[in-house]
C-alpha cells in the first residue's frame, strides 16, 4: 500500500502530480480493461481530473490481495482511495491560494527550412529514380527571394513583401502552435469547527489557455480558441449529534466550459481526432507554402484561408489545418458534476465495547450539453509561377459562407449505497477486529442503455496479539450484472499474516535496528471488464431489413454474436512477501516481492477453423486466457531533523515487473516459421517485425551487396541502395513474414525508479523529484515517424539518411535512405521498435515562508511564496526520434507538457 499526505509544500505525491503510472502502464496482467477503481471519500467515482488539489487530504494505493478482495470484481487492478479535507475543532482558519503557471510541449519537432527541405526532397527522388521535384533556380528564388529587384524603386518593400511571401521560409508549426500557453488557478477554502460541528468549504477556479494558434474573434466574429474554465466546490460538514452518533454531508461540484475549434465538419464530432489531426498538419505543410492567409491587391479579400499550394502546385495536402482551426466555426462543451454523500456512524459501545455501525448514500449527477457554432467558409488557393515571378489566387472550394448554431445535452447519474459494522477491541495482549459490508451500485450511462447494477458484501476478521503477531482474513463476494444469473456472484477471500520481530524481546529497544516486520499475503480478487460489451452470454439476434414486415414477406433476422451463459469473471491471484525496515529510526526500507497469475480472462476464439459455418466474429467469447505478472518493490528513505533550523528528507523507489501471456488460444504457425507463436509465451504489447543484420554493411543494402545473385530477396518489394537488409531466419532464402521475431521487451516499462529529495532551512523549503523508466519498447509508423508522408515530411533524424558519400566517408547515419513513397524500410522492424527508457526531472520547487507574525496587523498568520516546475527536463539518449516525447506511444498523438509555476498561499 502506498501512501502520501498533503503538506505545506505544492505536492501531494507523485502520483496525483502527473505519475499515473502504478496501474496499466507500468504493470498490466490482463488484456481487458486494467484501470484501478477509484474511490473518492468512500464512493466509486471517476472524476480525479476535475479534483482541485487543495481539497484532498490524501491519497492511498492499495495493491495486494489483503487489501483489495473486499472490492471483489472490481478489485483486481487495485484501488485508489482519495480522501478529502474535513474541518476540526477550533477558529476558522481561512487559506487562499493563487498560482499562475504556463505550459509548453515537451518536445518538439525541429521542422527544416524551405531550402533545407527541397534538398532531402531531391535527394528522396533521386535514391528513386525520379527527376528532381525543384531545379537549382526554384532553390535559388527561396534562397534569395528579393533576386531581381530594386532596391531604389519607390514600391521596394511592397514588392519585397510579396516576394517573401511568394517565397516563404515557413515554420508551420509554430504558426500553428504556440509555444507557450498560460493557466491561472485562484482557490480559497475555510476550515474550523466546535465541540458539535465541524467544517471544510472550498472554492477554486481554473483557467487553461490551448497551444492551438487560432484567429482572434475581432476578425472570425466568434472565438475557436482551444481554452477550458472551471469553477470547483466542495463543503464537507461533520455534526456530532448525540455522544453515540454522527452526521456528515460531503458535497462536491464543478462546472467547467472547454472551448475549441468546430470538430463536427470534419471529424464527425471527434474531439480528440481533432487535436491529433492538427499536430499532424503542423507536420506535414511545408515550409514552401505560402500563407496562412489571402493578402491584399490580388482580387481577393484579405485574410480569408487558403488552401495548401506551393509554387504552381495546386492542392496536395490532406487539408487545411487554417480552415479547420479557425473557419469551420466553433464548439462549446458545459459539464457539471454534484457529488453528495450523507452518512451516519454510530458508537454502539453501549451494547458492547469497540462495536460500530456506518451507513452511507451517495448520489451523483453528470450534465453536460453542447454548443456548436458551424461555419462554412469559402477559401482560395494561391499559385506561383517561379519562371515571372506572378502570383495569382483562384478559389479552392465555393461556399454560401453561412453560419448555424446547433445544440444537444446528456445526463446521468450515479447511486451509491453503503452499510458497515464494525467492531474493535482489545483484551490484554489480544486485540480482535471485525467488519461486515454490503454496497449497492446503480449508475446510468447518459446512453440509451439500460442502468448498470452491482451488488457485494465483503468482511474482514484481524487478530493482533501484543503486537507482535499479526494475522487477517478477507472475503468478498460480490454480483455483476455482466454474467448470467447462474454465474452472476462470485466468492473472493484472502488472507495475510504478519510479524512485528523488532517488537519481541531479543530486539526490543536495539538502538540500530529500530524496526522490522515481516508479512505475507495471498488472495483471490476479480475482474469484470469485458472492453466496453454488455451481457455477453445473451445472443445478439436483431431483426433485418426486408420488403414487408413479416418473416416470410421477406424480413431477414440477423444472427450477430452467440452468448456464453458460462461466462465468468477474471481471476487474479495475488500472492505478496515483504519486509519493513527501521534503522536508528532516521533510515527507512520496505522490500516486497510480488505475483500475480491471472486466469480465466475473456477471449476471442483463435482455435475454431472458419469452415464450421458459423463466421468467427460470431463465435461466442470465453473465459481461458491466462497471464503470469511478477516482479519486486524496493523502497528506502531518510528522515532527520539536522537542527531546529533544518530537516531533510531523502527518497529512492525501484520496482520491476515482468507479465507473460501464457494461454491465448493462439494457433501455433507451422515449422517454416522462425517463431510460431506471437503472443503465447510474450509480454502484453511485444512488438513484432524485421531484425536488421547490422553487421553487413552496417545494416544497409550497397550496389555491391545488391549485385550478388545469392543474396535474399524480400517478399514485399525490391531493396535499394541504403535499403534496411534483414535477416532471412528461416534459412528459405526469402525473407517474408515467416521471418518476423520479437522485437524488443513490451511496451510496458520492466523497470519503474525514482529518487525525490526536501530540505527545510529557516523559512526555505525546497523539493526535487527524479522518476524513471527502463526497458520498454514500441513500433512508431506512418505519420510522424516516416519520411514520405505527403509531400515529404522530414525530421531531424531525416537529414543524416543513408547516401553514398556518407556511408562511403564513414560518416553518422541515423536514418536508411530516403524515399518518396512506401519501401521495404517501411515495415515493422528493430530500427522502428524504439526504445522507449527515460530519465525525467518530473517536479521541483522552491518556496519561501515569512516569518510569523510578520504581517500579524494584516490578518495573515501564514504567507508562502513558491516557484515549480514540472516535466521540467528529459533524458532519453536511446530513442532516436527527438522531435517526439518517449512516454507518448502515438507519434501525433497529445505529448506531455512542462509546466513551470509561481505563486503565493496565504492564511488568515
Not at 482580387?299 to 473557419?327: C, E, F, K, Q
Not at 505475483?595 to 480465466?600: G, I, L, P, T, Y
Amino acid at each position: 500500500m502506498v501512501i502520501c499526505k498533503t503538506n505545506k509544500v505544492f505536492r501531494l505525491c507523485s502520483f496525483f502530480t502527473g505519475t499515473d503510472t502504478l496501474f496499466g502502464t507500468v504493470s498490466a496482467s490482463t488484456t481487458n480493461g486494467t484501470n484501478p477503481l477509484i474511490l473518492i471519500d468512500g464512493v466509486p467515482r471517476d472524476n480525479i481530473r476535475t479534483l482541485d488539489i487543495n481539497e484532498v487530504e490524501s491519497i492511498s494505493v492499495l495493491k495486494d490481495a489483503s487489501a483489495t478482495a473486499v472490492f471483489g470484481v472490481r478489485g483486481a487492478n487495485g484501488v485508489l482511495i482519495i480522501t478529502t479535507k474535513r474541518g476540526s475543532e477550533g477558529k476558522p482558519e481561512l487559506s487562499v491560494n493563487v498560482t499562475q503557471s504556463y505550459s509548453k510541449l515537451t518536445r518538439e519537432p525541429d521542422m527544416p527550412g524551405s531550402v533545407e527541405y527541397m534538398n532531402l526532397r531531391n535527394e528522396a527522388m533521386a535514391n528513386d529514380g525520379l527527376e528532381p521535384a525543384f531545379t537549382p533556380d526554384i532553390i535559388a528564388k527561396f534562397e534569395n527571394p528579393l533576386a531581381g529587384l530594386d532596391p531604389n524603386d519607390p514600391d521596394y518593400e511592397s514588392k519585397a513583401a510579396i516576394r517573401k511571401w511568394m517565397y516563404p521560409n515557413n515554420n508551420w508549426y509554430r504558426m500553428l502552435i504556440k509555444r507557450w500557453s498560460p493557466q491561472t488557478t485562484v482557490n480559497a477554502n475555510m476550515s474550523g469547527g466546535t465541540d458539535k460541528i465541524s467544517y471544510f468549504m472550498n472554492v477554486g477556479y481554473l483557467h487553461q489557455g490551448g497551444n492551438m494558434n487560432t484567429l482572434s474573434k475581432d476578425i472570425l466574429k466568434y472565438d475557436p480558441s482551444f481554452k477550458l474554465d472551471r469553477y470547483s466546490f466542495r463543503s464537507n460538514i461533520d455534526y456530532k449529534v448525540t455522544k453515540w452518533m454522527k452526521a456528515y454531508l460531503n458535497l462536491g461540484s464543478y462546472i467547467e466550459k472547454v472551448n475549441m475549434p468546430n470538430p463536427g465538419v470534419m471529424y464527425g464530432g471527434d474531439r480528440n481526432w481533432l487535436v491529433r489531426d492538427m499536430l499532424y498538419q503542423a507536420q506535414t505543410i511545408l515550409p514552401i507554402s505560402p500563407g496562412p492567409s489571402t493578402i491584399e491587391g490580388f482580387g481577393v479579400p484579405a485574410n480569408l484561408p487558403l488552401d495548401p499550394t506551393y509554387l504552381n502546385v495546386g492542392h496536395y495536402a490532406d487539408r487545411s489545418p487554417v480552415m479547420i482551426m479557425n473557419w469551420y466555426g466553433y464548439n462549446l462543451d458545459t459539464r457539471s458534476n454534484l457529488n453528495s454523500s450523507f452518512g451516519l456512524d454510530f458508537d454502539l459501545g453501549g451494547i458492547t465495547k469497540g462495536l460500530a455501525l456506518k451507513g452511507m448514500i451517495s448520489y451523483d449527477a453528470y450534465g453536460n450539453n453542447m454548443t456548436r457554432g458551424n461555419m462554412f467558409q469559402t477559401d482560395y488557393q494561391a499559385f506561383v509561377d517561379p519562371k515571372t515571378d506572378e502570383l495569382t489566387f483562384s478559389v479552392h472550394e465555393l461556399k454560401q459562407d453561412n453560419f448555424y448554431m446547433s445544440y444537444a445535452e446528456g445526463s446521468r447519474y450515479n447511486v451509491n449505497l453503503q452499510g458497515q459494522l464494525l467492531y474493535n477491541r482489545t483484551f490484554g495482549d489480544h486485540t480482535v477486529g471485525g467488519m461486515l459490508r454490503t454496497e449497492r451500485d446503480y449508475w446510468d450511462s447518459g446512453g440509451s442503455e439500460i442502468p448498470f447494477n452491482v451488488l457485494g458484501f465483503s468482511g474482514r476478521a484481524t487478530y493482533d496479539y501484543a503486537s507482535r503477531y499479526f494475522a487477517e482474513v478477507n472475503f468478498g463476494y460480490n454480483g455483476s450484472e455482466q454474467f448470467s444469473p447462474e454465474k452472476r456472484f462470485g466468492f473472493f477471500p484472502s488472507a495475510a499474516v504478519g510479524w512485528a520481530v523488532s517488537n519481541e524481546s531479543f530486539l526490543q529497544d536495539n538502538p540500530t535496528l529500530t524496526f522490522l516486520k515481516l508479512r505475507a499475503s495471498y488472495g483471490k480478487v476479480g475482474n469484470d471488464k469485458m472492453g466496453g460489451a454488455r451481457f455477453l452470454y445473451l445472443d445478439d439476434i436483431t431483426m433485418g431489413d426486408g420488403f414487408s414486415g413479416s418473416l416470410a414477406a421477406g424480413k431477414g433476422v440477423n444472427e450477430g454474436l452467440l452468448g456464453n451463459k458460462m461466462l465468468t469473471w477474471e481471476t487474479a491471484d495475488k500472492y505478496n512477501f515483504g519486509i519493513d525496515f527501521s534503522i536508528m529510526k532516521d533510515i527507512t526500507g520496505q522490500f516486497e516481492l510480488f505475483r500475480e497469475d491471472r486466469s480465466d480472462i475473456l477471449l476471442s476464439r483463435q482455435s475454431i477453423p472458419a469452415w464450421q459455418g458459423t463466421p468467427l466474429s460470431n463465435i461466442p467469447k470465453v473465459n481461458m486466457g491466462e497471464i503470469t505478472n511478477k516482479g519486486y518493490e524496493i523502497e528506502l528513505g531518510y528522515n532527520k531533523q539536522i537542527n531546529n533550523d533544518l530537516f531533510i528528507n531523502v527518497k529512492g523507489q525501484l520496482s520491476y515487473n515482468r507479465n507473460k501471456r501464457i494461454v491465448m488460444d493462439e494457433v501455433p504457425r507451422d515449422e517454416t516459421y522462425a517463431y510460431r507463436y506471437r503472443s503465447t509465451g510474450y509480454p502484453i504489447g511485444q512488438s513484432w517485425g524485421y531484425l536488421i543484420d547490422w553487421d553487413q554493411d552496417g545494416g544497409y543494402w550497397t550496389e555491391e551487396t545488391l549485385a550478388n545473385p545469392d543474396r535474399v530477396t524480400y517478399d514485399f518489394g525490391t531493396p535499394g541502395p541504403g535499403d534496411f537488409v534483414y535477416k532471412d531466419l528461416n534459412g528459405d532464402g526469402v525473407v517474408n513474414d515467416k521471418d518476423q521475431a520479437p522485437i524488443g521487451v513490451g511496451n510496458i516499462p520492466q523497470y519503474s525508479y525514482g529518487a525525490s529529495f526536501s530540505a527545510q532551512w529557516k523559512g526555505f523549503d525546497a523539493y526535487i523529484f527524479f522518476q524513471g523508466l527502463a526497458k520498454f519498447n514500441s513500433t512508431y509508423a506512418q505519420q510522424g515517424t516516416y519520411e514520405y508522408i505527403i509531400r515529404g515530411t522530414y525530421f531531424p533524424y531525416h537529414k543524416t539518411a543513408w547516401t553514398q558519400e556518407r556511408w562511403e566517408n564513414g560518416e553518422k547515419i541515423t536514418y536508411p535512405a530516403l524515399h518518396t513513397g512506401e519501401s521495404t524500410n517501411h515495415k515493422a522492424n528493430s530500427f522502428f521498435v524504439f526504445d522507449r527508457d527515460l530519465f525525467r526531472l518530473k517536479n521541483f520547487e522552491i518556496g519561501y515562508t515569512l516569518p510569523k507574525n510578520s504581517l500579524k496587523k494584516l490578518g495573515v498568520t501564514n504567507l508562502r511564496l513558491f516557484l515549480n516546475g514540472q516535466n521540467v527536463l528529459t533524458w532519453s539518449p536511446k530513442f532516436r526520434p527527438a522531435h517526439l516525447d518517449p512516454e507518448n506511444d502515438d507519434s501525433i498523438g497529445y505529448p506531455q507538457t512542462s509546466v513551470f509555476s509561481f505563486g503565493t498561499n496565504i492564511k488568515f
